[in-house]
């Protein structure tokens, strides 16, 4: 079967950094996505890896190791509007995108 | 502002009522995408459409049927509803099956 795993919940305190991991094992790879979704809103895009290594965009980067099956989202001076969930997604064979079920972020001043 | 437009954006309806949700995707883009997302849990894929064609299935019921139609717009139509219908129903679209999607606002169905 296919799988995508995060943890459920984190938390951090403003200002410091937080690593979101991601394992995954799915039918191909053909990309993975992190989202971002603030409750009862809709997810937004974030990154896109492809390749092994890191993409930085800001404060955000997303690390991608195909031959472990993992990738992490690495945030940066944390600011209370990062408290969201963020998803983590995986392109298979298909280009079916499997869903992680997300991890929820919590910020503390 | 995603560029994908959902309505309506909420819904309050009876069970075994049947209700028609409504998508537009961005300009240009040919795949649209449905999910269903219940009170803290995560996104269910439901169904995806790609210049018209029906083109995945995921975890959609045999009471729920969608189309795309030839202007690109996608309606998802639910019916015999029951409690458990109650959600978040986003629609998602992309240039392609390999980009990334843009989701709109959701609409919120809610069950009585």
């Known amino acids: 079967g296919q799988n995508i795993d995060q943890p459920t919940e984190m938390t951090a305190t403003e200002g410091a950094i937080v690593q979101i991991n991601c394992t995954y094992q799915t039918s191909g790879f053909n990309g993975l996505f992190w989202y971002q979704q603030h409750a009862g809103e809709a997810p937004t895009f974030l990154s896109y890896n492809v390749l092994d290594g890191l993409e930085e965009k800001g404060r955000f980067s997303s690390f991608l190791s195909r031959s472990k099956g993992y990738s992490y989202l690495l945030l940066k001076e944390l600011q209370m509007k990062d408290s969201a969930s963020y998803l983590c997604a995986v392109m298979d064979s298909n280009y079916q995108l499997i869903w992680g079920a997300g991890t929820k972020l919590i910020i503390k001043p | 502002d995603s560029g994908v437009t959902q309505t309506p954006k909420h819904l309050i309806t009876a069970t075994g009522q049947r209700v028609t949700l409504r998508c537009s995707p961005r300009?240009?883009?040919?795949?649209v995408y449905w999910y269903q997302q219940s009170l803290d849990q995560g996104l269910q894929f439901l169904i995806q459409?790609?210049?018209?064609?029906?083109?995945a299935k995921g975890n959609i019921l045999e009471r729920f049927s969608a189309q795309q139609f030839p202007d690109l717009h996608s309606e998802l139509n639910l019916s015999s509803l029951e409690l458990g219908d109650s959600a978040l129903y986003f629609c998602?679209?992309?240039?392609?099956?390999?980009?990334?999607?843009?989701f709109g606002p959701g609409t919120r169905l809610t069950v009585l």
């Open positions: 998602a679209s992309s240039v392609t099956d390999y980009n990334e999607q843009f």
């Open positions: 459409y790609y210049n018209g064609e029906e083109r």
């Open positions: 300009s240009g883009d040919l795949s």
